[in-house]
């Protein structure tokens, strides 16, 4: 069974730049795409980019100039960096599967965690 | 970027009735359209993929139904752990994908 952790700080400061990542259990990196979603507390669902197993990144466009992924085949791992936090970042961070690109769905997710931007 | 809108944001329905949850997009998205369930302090579930095709595991009480912009999630008889927080979510012109701001399914 595949299985999704996220790790990471609970807590950033402003300005700061966030670092999470992912480890896939159960299964490879290979021929997916691995995202990144965000939920505020109590709000919505934000996709924030993902990357292709070779390599190839897609990010939203609201998010572009702050946000890096990455990936480690050899860890079976993928990263999130996100530059110049302000409270507004605040939320549960979601890692995610996605099949392909024809069918951009997240079929597995980890459990979220929680980051807080404050001073 | 695709818009997508949910109505109603809370549906309170009595278990054992029907549940019929709406999106709109703000354009056509064909039928690249998914649908989720979140409950509280969980990570969303997908529900359904390409409009209607049921995800692995999914009860055949929920189905899914539309094409361009309008799109329709139906629970036929809700059972108790039905009652959360359901979001669509568009892929048809990507990047970036886009959600709709959730329908919360309460009882009543």
Same mark, same amino acid.
């Given at each position: ?119 | ?16 009735? /029907? ?25 969303? /579930? ?14 055949? /009480? ?47």
């Amino acid at each position: 069974q595949l299985q999704l952790q996220e790790s990471g700080p609970g807590l950033v400061k402003p300005s700061e730049t966030l670092s999470l990542t992912c480890t896939v259990s159960g299964g490879s990196l290979s021929s997916y795409y691995w995202g990144w979603i965000r939920q505020p507390p109590g709000k919505g669902l934000e996709w924030i980019g993902s990357i292709f197993y070779s390599g190839s990144t897609y990010y939203n466009p609201s998010l572009k100039s702050r946000v890096t992924i990455s990936l480690d085949a050899s860890k079976n791992q993928f990263s999130l960096k996100l530059s110049s936090l302000t409270a507004a970042d605040t939320a549960v961070y979601y890692c995610a599967r996605h099949p392909s690109a024809n069918y951009y769905v997240s079929d597995y997710w980890g459990q979220g965690t929680l980051v807080t931007v404050s001073s | 970027e695709i818009v997508m809108t949910q109505s109603p944001a809370t549906l309170s329905v009595s278990p054992g009735e /029907r549940a019929t949850l709406s999106c709109r997009a703000s354009q056509s998205i064909s039928s690249t359209l998914a649908w989720y369930q979140q409950k509280p302090g969980q990570a969303p /579930r997908l529900l359904i993929y390409g409009t209607s095709t049921r995800a692995t595991g999914i009860p055949a /009480r929920f189905s899914g139904s539309g094409s361009g912009t309008d799109f329709t999630l139906t629970i036929s008889s809700l059972q108790s752990e039905d009652f959360a927080v359901y979001y669509c979510q568009q892929y048809n012109n990507w990047p970036p994908i886009t959600f709709g701001g959730g329908t919360k399914v309460e009882i009543k």
